[in-house]
């Protein structure tokens, strides 16, 4: 079977590549900001204008997380309205949806065009008590058979001129829309829509969805700076593989063969546990669980490694590497046998004077006296 090789170079690019792609696909999912503002539990109520003389009716239903609209539009009002509000809350929980697009999904309706509101708090002039106070911005949509999903740009959303004309203001004086302040949806019919008819409107889900530019641009820069590494890596390589003069590959230092010895880690767990005892034998508090714990080995292993190094266990080591050193002050040195017995760790003369008995089959003071040598 014959393997696919892939020149270095050509490998590299493709995996810088593959960088830039994985940052912008994280960018993409990062920059999505998505606001659901149905069907979370608000409230929703129904108007018609019946409050001004009219005969228009509409009702609102919220049972089973779908917002249901059935409104019937007559004469006898200055102009037939009904539809329904979603109150998304108050001054301190108004939305922001000044970028995006407001996206619609539709259950099965009979509404052949909707108006949606936005229903913007103005600070220093909404007041909770007077509705007209809150700036309304409308766009409107065509409702086409078979079709259940519709998506409004926010830019489409605007003020229309009876709103102007109801609050007293000019458009001078608050300037344009901004949409950052949102606390109401307004649904309801559009002008055209056949008067004397009963009409439904089943919303399953109203949402909106934004782009955030700066998470995607961090994202795909870092994709980015991740391929120039990964390329610079590969040039550095290739450089360092070829010769200045004619691209032909650069003479290889000669390295001289240098034989490794083989040492296991018992092998240095040992040795660093007998080296520790043939440092540390003078200290009087020496003992098995501080040696391992210097040595950062178990407990158990130390005594392992003892066993294999001397035949003994810990306490008879100690006692044979003290023994050793007691007996080179005893012949080398004039200390007297108390002090040589401290110098070595034992704090306890009789204690010495039988552990050096039972090593060397004589005693200190035989040993000092020259009347015995052990051997």
Known sequence: MTRLVIPGLLRSAILAALWILLGTVAGLLLGERRVDLWPPSLRVISFADSADGGTSRARADTSGGVLTLVSRLDTGARYPVAGGIVFLGGDSQAVDLSRGALELELGTSSLPALRLCLIEDLPGFTRDEEWQTARSECADRELLPGTSKYSIPVEEFVTPAWWYATSGLHRSQIGPEKRSRIV????????????????????????????????????????????????????????????????????????????????????????????????????????????????????????????????????????????????????????????????????????????????????????????????
């Not at 530019?213 to 391929?227: N, T």
């Not at 070829?242 to 590959?249: D, E, F, K, R």
């Not at 520790?276 to 714990?293: G, N, Q, T, W």
């Not at 001397?310 to 306490?315: C, I």
Request: glycine residues 6%; proline residues 6%.
């Open 184 to 375: 109401r949806l307004v649904l309801q019919g559009t002008d055209g829509v056949p008067l004397r008819q009963e009409f439904d409107l089943r919303i399953q889900a109203i949402r909106l969805r934004s782009f955030r530019p700066l998470p995607f641009a961090v994202s795909v820069a870092c994709g980015i700076f991740a391929a120039l590494l990964q390329l610079g890596r590969a040039l550095r390589r290739r450089r360092s593989s070829t010769s200045a003069v004619g691209g032909l590959p650069a003479p290889r230092e000669s390295v001289a063969f240098q034989p490794v010895e083989a040492v296991s880690y018992a092998d240095r767990e040992r040795e660093a546990v007998v080296g520790l005892i043939a440092r540390e034998y003078s200290d009087p508090e020496l003992s098995l669980e501080k040696v391992a714990h210097a040595a950062g080995v178990p407990v158990d292993r130390v005594t392992a490694h003892i066993k294999v190094a001397s035949g003994l266990l810990f306490k008879g080591y100690l006692n044979r590497v003290r023994g050793e050193a007691a007996r080179k002050l005893l012949l080398e040195t004039d200390l007297p046998v108390a002090e040589v017995a401290q110098r070595v760790g034992y704090a306890n003369i009789p204690h010495f004077n039988r552990v050096f008995k039972e090593l060397f089959d004589t005693t200190p003071t035989a040993i000092r006296d020259g009347s015995q040598i052990a051997e």
